[in-house]
């Protein structure tokens, strides 16, 4: 299992790959579908307030925190795929975020 320091580590880059796809989502503003829109806003809440979490060191908080940002990525990803017509940016953000969570995910169980 990983220790605290580096969870926090990689929620960094997890924060970066939200902050992509958030922009990706702005740029692309007209073309993307209302519900992937949506999955990524929450995640972009979920990523503010899961700051102060991940300086607790808290590492069962951690987890659940990763669980449910995992949850709304696997959704934004449906949608993304759903949709069908998605910008490229769009949805490699979106699925390089998805991936990160999931990794994560993985190794914290």
Do not use: Y
């Amino acid at each position: 299992m990983l220790q605290s320091n580096e969870i926090q580590k990689r929620f960094s880059h997890i924060k970066q790959t939200i902050s992509e796809a958030s922009r990706s989502c702005q740029s692309a503003q007209s073309s993307v579908p209302q519900d992937l829109k949506t999955c990524v806003e929450e995640l972009n809440k979920q990523c503010q307030s899961a700051q102060s979490v991940m300086k607790s060191h808290d590492e069962t908080q951690m987890r659940e925190c990763i669980d449910q940002m995992e949850e709304i990525g696997d959704r934004a990803e449906r949608a993304c795929q759903k949709a069908g017509n998605v910008d490229g940016n769009l949805k490699r953000a979106v699925s390089t975020m998805h991936s990160e969570l999931s990794d994560l995910k993985r190794q914290l169980h």
